[in-house]
């Protein structure tokens, strides 16, 4: 088992930054991706941004330019620097991993509220 905790989440107005986190603990050996996904109320998950265990990024494009996405392996934690806010980015932000430990396994969290307010 995996799990994955995230934190920085909360209320900032437009044009502010928030930091989110998110550790890994539990039976890892080693993690491949760890990304950043979003769900705002009435719309389907999708993907804010991602990172490979080489550091490869990938973001989605309403993010490109103002998120950036960093891990540490060491201690296996991801990090989505968030800048220049807007309202639209408002969401719950879910971490996502996905490694090997006997067998391949894949993880969410439970979820961190990101609120931009006009």
């Known amino acids: 088992q995996v799990q994955l905790v995230e934190s920085g989440g909360g209320l900032v107005q437009a044009g502010g930054s928030l930091r989110l986190s998110c550790a890994a603990s539990?039976?890892?050996?080693?993690?491949?991706?760890m990304g950043w996904y979003r769900q705002a109320p009435g719309k389907q998950r999708e993907l804010v941004a991602a990172?490979?265990?080489?550091?490869?990024?990938n973001y989605a494009d309403s993010v490109k330019g103002r998120f950036t996405i960093s891990r540490d392996n060491a201690k296996s934690t991801v990090y989505l620097q968030m800048n220049r806010l807007k309202p639209e980015d408002t969401a719950v932000y879910y971490c996502?991993?996905?490694?090997?430990?006997?067998?391949?396994?894949?993880?969410w969290g439970q979820g961190t509220q990101v609120t931009v307010s006009s």
């Open positions: 996502n991993a996905d490694g090997w430990y006997g067998s391949s396994w894949l993880s």
């Open positions: 990172i490979t265990s080489g550091g490869t990024t």
């Open positions: 539990g039976s890892i050996f080693s993690i491949n991706n």
